[in-house]
T-cell receptor, first 114, second 111 residues
Framework: GAGVSQSPSNKVTEKGKDVELRCDPI?????LYWYRQSLGQGLEFLIY????????KSGLPSDRFSAERTGGSVSTLTIQRTQQEDSAVYLC????????????FGSGTRLTVV | DAKTTQPTSMDCAEGRAANLPCNHS???????VYWYRQIHSQGPQYIIH???NNETNEMASLIITEDRKSSTLILPHATLRDTAVYYC????????????FGQGTELSVKP
């Protein structure tokens, strides 16, 4: 597609449930990133995929968070046993490989844990 | 990646140039300067980036000082739709290329 697509756009879940957030990057983009933004806060890096390399998971806040990228394209961010502090907008971005390229962000998934 | 310092907020009159400064005194030789903005409730939007030379595109101009310790993003004719948080970020690609966002500058364009 023309841009980075994220689904769902909004998700309300009960505390303790698992959720899956999906990101469809721009076709051909080899790098994919997940960020989250809590209300009124800045963007927090979570995880980064580049081609076939091992992902950079240094930003994941706890072992309840995991992500995978299948076939070098679609990525899924999974949050297990959700907590209220997980409520945030989760943003995905992609970019072509190599230097000198800008990132394209999706519109995000707004997650609310009640 | 270099720590960047930006003013917390700025105002600009509609139709005038908006000049947003960024200090990055610890920037390394192979570190790019990227600018993004985030309009309320939207994902960040790429504006421009540069390494050493000044850059211009349809959105903005980027002026990088000769010593590369600071830069200025210029929106030549600001409109109300340019009201957003603007982020200046240093990025080294061989360290994974992940953007680390600071607090940015909240630009308010006023009629």
């Amino acid at each position: 597609g023309a841009g980075v697509s994220q689904s769902p756009s909004n998700k309300v879940t009960e505390k303790g449930k698992d959720v899956e957030l999906r990101c469809d990057p721009i076709s051909g983009h080899t790098a994919l990133y997940w960020y989250r933004q809590s209300l009124g806060q800045g963007l927090e890096f979570l995880i980064y995929f580049q081609g076939n390399s091992a992902p950079d998971k240094s930003g994941l806040p706890s072992d309840r968070f995991s992500a995978e990228r299948t076939g070098g394209s679609v990525s899924t961010l999974t949050i297990q046993r959700t907590q209220q502090e997980d409520s945030a907008v989760y943003l995905c971005a992609s970019r072509p490989g190599g230097s000198g390229h800008g990132y394209t962000f999706g519109s995000g998934t707004r997650l609310t844990v009640v | 990646d270099a720590k960047t310092t930006q003013p917390t907020s700025m105002d600009c009159a509609e139709g005038r140039a908006a000049n947003l400064p960024c200090n990055h005194s610890t920037i390394s030789g192979n570190e790019y300067v990227y600018w993004y903005r985030q309009i309320h409730s939207q994902g960040p939007q790429y504006i421009i980036h540069g390494l050493k030379n000044n850059e211009t595109n349809e959105m903005a101009s980027l002026i990088i000082t000769e010593d590369r310790k600071s830069s200025t993003l210029i929106l030549p004719h600001a409109t109300l739709r340019d009201t957003a948080v603007y982020y200046c970020i240093g990025l080294i690609y061989n360290q994974g290329g992940k953007l680390i966002f600071g607090q940015g500058t909240e630009l308010s364009v006023k009629p």
